[in-house]
């Protein structure tokens, strides 16, 4: 029968306890908190490999050697760089706040995506839905159309990328050149102009049809004009009494004046 001495006791006793503060210590230095935001969701690594098993918000205890790779899973608005296009007409303009509002939707497929190739999807995506549409236009054209884009008139496939796109923004599109848009001001103002006269000829027009019939005097060409021109000058539906006007006149002559916007 093998004894055991005092010295090999010990020595057990020694390794035994060795391994409990080492084991001891792995448990409290390896076991690490992952605080996983509303929202966010993580995948388990391992060694800083990742691993299929995705971990949910709250709060998660992970032992070592593992670790998370937190993303953000809510729908976002991701703004990108101004772009500046021609028209058909040889015009440029510029979308100063194009965005994305996009969502990740398999956070493994996204992690293995690079940010450098996502930024050439968004790229695409913006030059096949909206480049082509105001290249395709002319200026005045492109300043009154909703070049915004539904995620689902997107013909690209995200399946790649582990996202999903809801919409493309295209808030506003205004010439590139400052003169340009000057010009464009200036005609606005023009066309304006033009509209009021058309419709201040019109109301002449009817004025002076007015004063040609019985109802309105019976009046000759030249006095008719005169007339019109003394009413659209001085006259309207609530004083034309202050100017001698018979009574005769008054209802057909109020209703045409009553009827100018």
């Known amino acids: 029968m093998k004894s055991f001495s005092v010295f090999t006791l010990s020595w057990n006793w020694v390794f035994l306890f060795t391994w409990i503060v080492l084991i001891s210590y792995l448990v409290i230095q390896g076991w ?21 098993i995705i971990m949910d918000e709250g709060k998660n205890w992970i032992p070592w050697p593992f670790g998370v790779k937190v993303a953000d899973m809510r729908k976002v608005t991701k703004e990108l760089d101004p772009v500046e296009i021609f028209t058909i007409d040889n015009i440029k303009v510029k979308i100063a706040k194009l965005s994305i509002v996009m969502q990740i939707d398999d956070l493994d497929t996204y992690h293995n995506v690079n940010p450098q190739d996502l930024n050439t999807l968004f790229d695409d ?3 096949s839905n909206v480049r082509e549409k105001i290249r395709k236009n002319s200026l005045q054209d492109v300043l009154g159309m909703s070049l915004g884009v539904d995620g689902t008139h997107i013909s690209q496939d995200l399946t790649a990328f ?5 919409k493309v923004v295209v808030p506003q599109v205004v010439p590139a050149s400052d003169k340009t848009l000057q010009d464009l001001e200036l005609k606005k103002g023009e066309q ?15 004025l002076i049809s007015f004063f040609k019939t019985d109802e309105g005097g019976k009046m000759n060409h030249d006095e008719a004009v005169r007339m019109a021109k003394l009413v659209t000058g001085k006259a309207n539906a ?17 209703k045409i004046l009553g009827s100018k916007k």
Do not use: C, W
């Open 238 to 254: 609530q004083n034309m009494t202050e100017y001698g006007f018979p009574p005769e006149l008054l209802d057909g002559l109020g």
């Open 162 to 166: 582990g996202i999903k796109i809801f």
């Open 125 to 127: 995506i913006v030059d």
């Open 32 to 52: 690490n908190r992952a605080d996983i935001e509303v929202g966010f969701k993580g995948q388990l690594l391992l060694l800083g490999s990742r691993l299929k």
């Open 192 to 206: 304006l102009q033009q509209e009021g006269q058309f419709v201040e000829a019109q109301h002449l027009g009817k």
